[in-house]
């Protein structure tokens, strides 16, 4: 089984769509800490302006009005908990598309030589599920680190690296962790529902659609509880990695992590099951 997830391993990282994938994410970290280093720098106050206001029925007032000094140096110690987040969400989409491709792409050119060398379709099913998860997981890491140094560069050459320490790095780890996890559950239910698409299109227009679909169902009562429990929500909850409990409607009303870790690990069970049951009764040529 390793020398079989090894092989899809390979298989995964060779595809065009994935190599794109990847270039495509490192390019928009690059663009971004670009456009942060270009910006960096304080803006100064400027001088008090005399403003006259009046109102119907009262005096003139004349404050005076001043624009406090902006601080836009990059400062990686404080600001890339938040680029992690965000990031998170943009590979969780890219995951879904590189995950869909492992099995969808397949179907009509080398599936039928794959099943000649492993007959075992379950056995087979189980090893790319696996090696989509891993491939995403480690492609999320490479981009987020790359991010991380990036912002740690451009922070010391025209910002701060205060409070990059020892701590801030063991969070920052667990946050990268937390995102790769996110991504390859994203990829691994990609996979499993290309079982049934047979086509990457149709996977990822499936995705779209539920992403649609809960703008609509967070408007009725009945649709909360359909977007609290579908897997698009907690894997949301996931990569974003914090709740706001104030809030009824943030990500459909989930508002714990360990309840959106075991809401997806629940749909990748379910979908790798279904997945893998059907890939058993399709006529593969």
Not at 95 to 105: D, P, Q, R, S
Not at 272 to 277: D, K, P, Q, Y
């Amino acid at each position: 089984m390793t020398r079989l997830v090894g092989t899809e391993l390979r298989r995964f990282f060779a595809r065009r769509t994935v190599r794109g994938l990847l270039a495509f994410a490192l390019g928009l970290v690059a663009f971004i800490n670009v456009v942060q280093f270009a910006r960096a720098g304080t803006t100064p106050a400027t001088a008090p302006q005399s403003v006259t206001f009046s109102n119907p029925g009262s005096e003139p007032v004349s404050p005076f009005v001043t624009s406090e000094p902006q601080d836009r140096r990059p400062k990686v110690g404080g600001t890339f908990e938040g680029t992690i987040r965000g990031v998170n969400m943009a590979l969780v989409v890219l995951a879904f598309v590189a995950g869909a491709t492992l099995l969808a792409a397949d179907y009509g050119a080398s599936l039928g030589t794959q099943l000649i060398f492993e007959p075992r379709r379950v056995r087979l099913f189980a090893a790319k599920w696996l090696a989509a998860g891993i491939g995403a997981a480690l492609l999320t890491l490479a981009v987020l680190t790359a991010a991380g140094a990036a912002q740690w560069v451009i922070s010391a050459a025209r910002g701060s690296t205060a409070g990059v320490d020892a701590a801030w790095l063991g969070h920052r780890a667990v946050d990268e962790l937390r995102g790769a996890g996110a991504c390859a559950l994203a990829a691994m239910l990609a996979l499993a529902v290309s079982a049934f698409t047979r086509r990457t299109v149709g996977t990822v227009a499936a995705l779209f659609g539920a992403l649609i679909a809960v703008r609509f169902l967070l408007a009725v009562s009945w649709g909360r509880t359909v977007v609290r429990l579908s897997p698009t929500n907690a894997l949301w909850g996931v990569a974003y990695g914090r709740f706001e409990s104030k809030n009824v409607d943030f990500f459909g009303g989930l508002h714990t992590m360990a309840g959106a870790w075991f809401l997806t690990l629940v749909w990748a069970a379910a979908t790798l099951v279904a997945g893998a049951w059907w890939f058993t009764r399709q006529e593969i040529r």
